[in-house]
């Protein structure tokens, strides 16, 4: 049974930082892409970042480059994403993702998502 649990959500001033983990059982943790992405209430759920098998190749949305930093431990079957100079507009709910392609015309693209956490909830306060 795959089980994704996310972790390191919580309420934050804006100009802090946060660190977030998801801790991956039950499947081949370095054959997966993995990704975040992020709802906020009334959104649609969207793209954050993603990391390829090795943890070489890195992508990120525009809203967050520079500030946000993806990386991975396959020895822990672990992924990170460190979360600096966060604003009002980072506020909403955090996923961990694992799928298996990366594709190169989408790479947060929601259909191609295997796994899912249940999320952990960032706020951002101004």
């Known amino acids: 049974q795959v089980q994704v649990v996310e972790s390191g959500g919580g309420l934050v001033q804006a100009g802090g930082s946060l660190r977030l983990s998801c801790t991956v059982s039950?499947?081949?943790?370095?054959?997966?892409?993995m990704g975040w992405f992020r709802q906020a209430p009334g959104k649609e759920r969207e793209g954050v970042s993603c990391?390829?098998?090795?943890?070489?190749?890195?992508y990120y949305a525009d809203s967050v480059k520079g500030r946000f930093t993806i990386s991975r431990d396959n020895a822990k079957n672990t992924l990170y994403l460190q979360m600096n100079s966060l604003k009002p507009e980072d506020t909403a709910m955090y996923y961990c993702?694992?799928?298996?392609?990366?594709?190169?015309?989408?790479?947060?693209?929601?259909?191609?998502?295997?796994?899912w956490g249940q999320g952990t909830q960032v706020t951002v306060s101004s």
């Open positions: 993702a694992a799928k298996r392609y990366w594709n190169v015309n989408d790479v947060f693209e929601i259909s191609e998502v295997n796994y």
């Open positions: 039950g499947l081949a943790f370095d054959a997966y892409v």
């Open positions: 990391i390829n098998w090795s943890g070489r190749t890195t």
